[in-house]
């Protein structure tokens, strides 16, 4: 059914750049949060980034904060994932995400990221990245 599928990762040398695409089809992009997440072995699935429904804002892990730019690209329904200054930590498989509507906090408020993996509808396979040293 709903199809997301992830693009450009592989290996680079530390302090290197990689950008990372998600096409999705058979769904309103639009109307859906898209978010990257990636995950190491023995470690749990990280939220990197996420972007609203038409690129107005963004919001990024602590981890990857100034180094990473998420965008999106609602005529070809494709997210991106802008990389710089890579390093060995770095090294996991990518994941793209897809969340339709906003989200419930809770506490009152509702925003349209999130941080927790299980909030999201759907998932792309993951592609590889790999930073040497």
């Known amino acids: 059914q709903v199809q997301l599928v992830e693009s450009g990762g592989g290996l680079v040398q530390a302090g290197g750049s990689l950008r990372l695409s998600c096409a999705a089809s058979r769904l309103m992009f639009s109307a859906y949060a898209m978010a990257w997440f990636r995950q190491a072995p023995e470690k749990e699935r990280e939220f990197v980034a996420a972007?609203?429904?038409?690129?107005?804002?963004?919001y990024y892990g602590d981890d990857v904060q100034g180094r990473v730019t998420m965008s999106r690209d609602n005529a070809k329904d494709t997210a991106y994932l802008e990389m710089h200054s890579l390093k060995p930590e770095d090294t996991a498989v990518y994941y793209c995400?897809?969340?339709?509507?906003?989200?419930?906090?809770?506490?009152?408020?509702?925003?349209?990221?999130?941080?927790?993996?299980?909030?999201?509808?759907?998932w792309g396979q993951g592609t590889q990245v790999t930073v040497s040293s």
């Open positions: 995400a897809a969340r339709k509507g906003r989200y419930d906090a809770g506490d009152g408020t509702s925003r349209w990221y999130v941080r927790e993996k299980d909030e999201y509808d759907y």
């Open positions: 972007i609203s429904w038409h690129g107005d804002s963004t």
